[in-house]
């Protein structure tokens, strides 16, 4: 198969289902490992302290290799096309994967983080290959269809890693390396390339520098105080994703299997709003006030799930906060759609390096915070302290957010005034 970009309009619809895919069998890859990285750390480890603290360090590693790539990663498929840096994505997870399941020493499980997290940007690759077949008005459905791709993923992937690391922690390991080689294959004959060749631009490495490139996003019209929204979001998600599986052991005493079916109800949920509900949603509501909603929502949940004393309580809450799964569509096709047309990748890559840098930050705050509580007695309310702090970040967002749309729609309302009488 030929490089050839996706012109015409019906290939360009065509090219959808192709990049669904891809993302699919990318997100059960990493899906795999999910309930089991923690335990694999915990093999190197002597207590429950040591470990929430290794297991934020290897989290950490990860995330902040990851934040200085994005940029990096966005800006070459802008040069050379998404294709071949999805492919490169691909070939660095397999690698990676493949390391951890054979790591004899904790200090070779931090180095494979930090790889992976140096050459995976595919994310926010996958989100501009959208950004490139679609027009403004259809982006933020595609986003969600692309969101309901990753959460069939995290509904596959969690499960069957829990099944599997029940039997042996390094198993879903080998797996994942396994499917994101096929995805690499997948993605070498069937995945067509986005980007047409007159807007692809010139790599510039000073240009791509991650703190630049989030100054740049916090210019674009009509971005604003979105740059920090998406940072409290993103951090209290990151909070959450660095201690789910070690606060349920903690307060619930679940293993790998359980927390693959707790995440197999988390992705359940999320496909079910971005692949059915939120093109509908879309139709009566604006991505502003899905956003709003959607905030509100999530704030409730991260308090709920602190507070939860018994573990059916965390399903519950998850399909409670259905409208929490709204709330990174809508505001990734906002800031998409404050974009041109030659720098998705760039601005997408962006979005992509601040997810990365809370995701940095987010061990920094709640591995600590799990070390703290991990002395306590099953069931105490005080290990949800990570939790806690979540529906606070989150609240933040959501105020953030509201004075940002207000403040938008007075701009567009404001009425020039009439010229004075002579």
Known sequence: MTDAPISAAPARSAAMPFIMLT????????????PVLPVLVGTFTGSQGDQAFWYGATTFAFSLANFFGSPVLGGLSDRFGRRPVLLLGFCALALSFFVTAMATALWMVLLVRCFSGAMQSNQSVANAYVADISSPELRAKRFGMLGAMMGVGFILGPVMGGILGA?????????AGTLALVNLVYGYFVLPESLPAERRQAFGWKSLNPVSSLIRLGHLKGVGLLVAVVCCASLAQF?????????TTFKFGWGPAQNGWALFAV?????????????KLLKRFSPQRLAVAGLVS???????????????????????????????????????NAADATTQGRTLGAVSALNSLMAVVAPLIGAPLLAMV????????????PFYFCALIQCAALVLAFI????????????APSPSPV
């Open 23 to 34: 993302v699919l069998i990318d997100m059960i890859s990493i899906g795999l490992i999910i």
């Open 167 to 175: 039997i042996n922690v390094h198993y879903p390991f080998f797996v």
């Open 239 to 247: 909070v959450m994703y660095t201690c789910w599986v070690l606060y």
């Open 267 to 279: 992705g359940v949920s999320t496909a079910l709003v971005q692949g059915l509900l939120l093109g």
């Open 298 to 336: 999530s704030t409730l949940a991260f308090a709920a799930f602190g507070a939860a004393t018994q573990g059916w309580m965390m399903y519950v809450i998850v399909f409670a906060n259905l409208l929490g799964a709204t709330v990174t569509a809508s505001i990734q096709s906002i800031i998409s």
């Open 374 to 385: 991990s002395h306590l007695p099953k069931g105490d309310w005080r290990i949800g302290a």
């Open 404 to 415: 940002h749309f207000r403040s938008e729609r007075n701009k567009r309302f404001v009425v």
